[in-house]
């Protein structure tokens, strides 16, 4: 069974720092991109970026290049999203969730995490 | 960057159908894949490739397209079918992938 499990609910102060993980078992974790999905409260889903942990390749999506990083550890089957300091307007659920469709090329996400409930208050 | 356009809202009665569009520049060329987000739950991936079904999504769930508008039926509906649903598409031109605004679906 595919299962994608992600780290709890983090509570933080503005400036601070955050890494969330994505833990993927039940599939060869290291051949499969996993994407990261934002929902800020009460609104819809945002695509962040996209890594693939054979090789750290990474893509990003211009509204939040350069405003987080997303990392791989290939050995421990895990990917990473983190802030160097993070702002109110951070807080949100995060997802991470494996991109399927590579027999038409039409790609989509078939397995999310349970999400990750980020709070930023002073 | 590529939008996709859907309802806000699509109201239904119990036993009924509902259809949830998505609009988009160009989606004739692209696969739509739909979401659907319970509340306080993930997303659940619902239909993929305009109109298949990963295993386990029931037979009252489908997909299709034409023109510029993919739809999302939801027939015999059900009390458990209220919630959020997304279409998404992968913009090849940017390789980004892209959600639609979202449509909340209230069973009366």
């Known amino acids: 069974e595919v299962q994608l499990v992600q780290s709890g609910v983090e509570v933080k102060k503005p400036g601070e720092s955050l890494k969330i993980s994505c833990k993927g078992s039940?599939?060869?974790?290291?051949?499969?991109?996993i994407g990261w999905v934002r929902q800020m409260p009460g609104e819809g889903l945002e695509w962040m970026g996209i890594?693939?942990?054979?090789?750290?390749?990474?893509r990003y999506s211009p509204s939040f290049q350069g405003q987080v990083t997303i990392s791989a550890d290939k050995s421990i089957n895990t990917a990473y999203l983190q802030w160097s300091s993070l702002k109110a307007s951070d807080t949100a659920i995060y997802y991470c969730?494996?991109?399927?469709?590579?027999?038409?090329?039409?790609?989509?996400?078939?397995?999310w995490g349970q999400g990750t409930l980020v709070t930023v208050s002073s | 960057s590529y939008v996709l356009t859907q309802p806000p809202s699509v109201s239904v009665a119990p036993g009924k159908t509902a259809r949830i569009t998505c609009g988009g520049n160009?989606?004739?060329?692209?696969?739509v894949h739909w979401y659907q987000q319970r509340p306080g739950q993930a997303p659940v991936l619902l239909v993929y490739?305009?109109?298949d079904r990963p295993s386990g999504i029931p037979e009252r769930f489908s997909g299709s397209k034409s023109g510029n508008m993919a739809t999302l039926t939801i027939s015999r509906v059900e009390a458990e079918d209220e919630a959020d649903y997304y279409c998404?598409?992968?913009?090849?031109?940017?390789?980004?992938?892209?959600f639609g605004t979202g449509t909340k679906v209230t069973v009366l």
């Open positions: 998404q598409v992968w913009d090849g031109s940017s390789d980004h992938y892209v």
């Open positions: 039940g599939y060869y974790f290291t051949g499969s991109w």
């Open positions: 969730a494996r991109k399927a469709g590579y027999t038409h090329g039409w790609y989509y996400f078939d397995h």
């Open positions: 890594i693939y942990p054979g090789d750290s390749e990474t």
């Open positions: 160009n989606i004739g060329t692209k696969g």
């Open positions: 490739d305009d109109s």
